[in-house]
């Protein structure tokens, strides 16, 4: 662990809220660090943030900061309570190059007079997100939550939204990098397609798939941009990865069952190249 | 008379219809004898079923997005030719060079035909979920019943794997003739894939309890034994 961590983590939460009420809820700490951390190395001070891109942008990896200097805590026992982040024990700084202290204290203080909101401070990680597809996922999620979920209709403009969003994710999708979820990702945005061109009253029912295909998508995001996490960290996330691969292909599986159903109830003869695909299927029977 | 037993070939041909499989897989369904089939083929015919959708709608959709990338714009030469390499080998190709034939004389925009391929995509998948689920219902409704075989045959499944080069298939006849052993009946093994059986035929009767082997593109429902 790096003892200018300790320092940089000590003397932000200190700054930010210096009589340690609670102003510092943990999502603003991430975002706060990951904001300094990136403003000092353009200072070329490395202070060996652990952090990874997940849902909601940078995540810090807590566990691998000295724990005394920061207290970590819920303010009601109510479990949905947001959990915030107060300073713990000074650190020594002794022997740490001056030079650099005064540095990481000059950007702490000039970003504590910024007084940036956590929307302000969501909006400036995100402009720096590694890749365009992991902001379009979330656009598209908030899109579901603010305009489609407590909506009883649901307007057309609301439905292109959501196809201008897909094809903007189809434009960006980087096979390379997420190249195992690659198949689950084409039939999950085929499935949304679906269910938007024939029951969008339905597209409350495809929410839970989203939440977990972009936790899938930011899952792997943090395996692809991260830095000094250890490598048991990254194993045990890929493990995880893995696992949830699985249960999400067969809940995608049940999902476009039920819509292949439904739509089998208005379908007729299937039409002629339809037909040629289902001569090639039987030939690829053969294959299995 | 005697009852049917119905491997996977026949239950892909009901699922997949091709030429005259289709006709004379439906005539097997039909026909007035009592169906049997096995938990070996249900397993296998699931298996192949979600290799074959995954495949078709992996390929497919892998080329819509690969047309998406650019601007919309009208289907062009430039795209004639993505698609050709994107498609080449496949045998999703004359399909889709079918489709692109048929539109591309008024110039759709890209966007059209990627509709347009994404539906006969649906027009696919509605179809096979649709005769899945009839085969599974005719399996509920005993129409087609389901036959579980408890005992290995080790013997006999030495015997047959002289003949039989899919452990599948061998899996398969060996409930046919536990089928036709316990409930001591005369059994009909009927099968879409000739060439599997054709050179060997006389062999596997001569070891397992089945009465013939009907291949499914000579299949007269109403032949009694």
């Known amino acids: ?288 | 008379m005697a009852d049917l037993f119905l491997d996977t070939s026949v239950l892909l041909g009901y699922i997949f219809p091709k030429d005259r499989w289709e006709k004379n897989s439906i005539s097997c369904f039909n026909a007035p004898q009592k169906k049997w089939t096995s938990s070996s083929v249900d397993a296998e015919m699931q298996k192949k079923c979600a290799y074959v959708r995954r495949k078709v709608q992996k390929d497919l959709l892998s080329l819509i997005m690969d047309l998406s990338q650019g601007k919309d714009k009208p289907l062009g030469e430039s795209e004639l030719v993505r698609i050709q390499n994107d498609l080449s080998g496949s045998k999703l190709e004359p399909m889709v060079m079918d489709l692109i034939n048929e539109i591309k004389t008024r110039t759709p925009q890209i966007s059209e035909a990627c509709q347009r391929l994404r539906e006969v995509l649906r027009g696919f998948l509605t179809y096979v979920q649709q005769h899945e689920d009839e085969l599974k219902n005719k399996m509920t409704a005993l129409e087609l019943e389901c036959w579980t075989r408890l005992d290995d045959y080790t013997d006999i499944q030495k015997k047959l794997a002289k003949y039989m080069k899919n452990d599948d298939d061998l899996e398969i006849l060996l409930d046919a003739h536990d089928l036709a052993l316990v409930r001591q009946l005369i059994l009909d093994f009927v099968t879409a894939d000739y060439d599997d059986y054709k050179y060997f035929e006389s062999e596997v009767l001569s070891i397992v309890k089945i009465n013939r082997i009907a291949f499914l593109h000579e299949f007269k429902p109403e032949r009694v034994t």
């Not at chain 1, 939440?211 to 990254?234: G, Q, V």
């Open chain 1, 1 to 288: 662990m790096s003892e200018l961590l300790d320092f940089t983590v000590y003397h932000l939460l200190h700054e930010f809220d210096p009589e340690n009420k609670g102003f510092m809820p943990r999502a603003r700490f991430y975002k706060a660090l990951y904001l300094l951390d990136d403003r000092l190395k353009k200072r070329k001070i490395d202070i060996a943030l652990p952090w990874c891109w997940y849902k909601f942008g940078p995540q810090v990896q807590e566990r691998f900061i000295t724990s005394s200097v920061f207290r970590l805590s819920a303010s009601s026992p109510d479990l949905n309570e947001k959990y915030k982040v107060y300073f713990g024990k000074e650190p020594r700084t002794k022997g740490l190059p001056e030079k650099e202290t005064a540095a990481i204290m000059n950007e702490i203080r000039k970003m504590n007079k910024e007084h940036l909101s956590t929307d302000k401070m969501v909006e400036l990680v995100y402009a720096k997100a590694p890749r365009k597809m992991l902001r379009t996922f979330k656009e598209l999620e908030d899109h579901f939550k603010n305009e489609i979920l407590g909506s009883k209709e649901i307007s057309q403009e609301n439905l292109t939204k959501i196809v201008n969003f897909l094809d903007d994710i189809q434009r960006n999708y980087r096979k390379d990098e997420f190249a195992e979820m690659f198949e689950e990702y084409l039939r999950f945005d085929e499935a949304l397609r679906m269910t938007l061109d024939n029951f969008p009253s339905r597209l409350k029912d495809i929410n839970e798939l989203l939440m977990k295909f972009r936790e899938l998508i930011a899952t792997k995001a943090s395996l692809l941009f991260n830095e000094n996490l250890p490598e048991d960290w990254i194993k045990e996330r890929q493990a995880g990865l893995e696992e949830r691969l699985s249960q999400f292909r067969t809940e995608l599986d049940a999902y476009e069952r039920t819509v292949l159903r439904e739509m089998a109830k208005d379908q007729h003869e299937p039409n002629k190249h339809s037909r040629m695909l289902l001569e090639i299927g039987y030939d690829l029977t053969k294959e299995a």
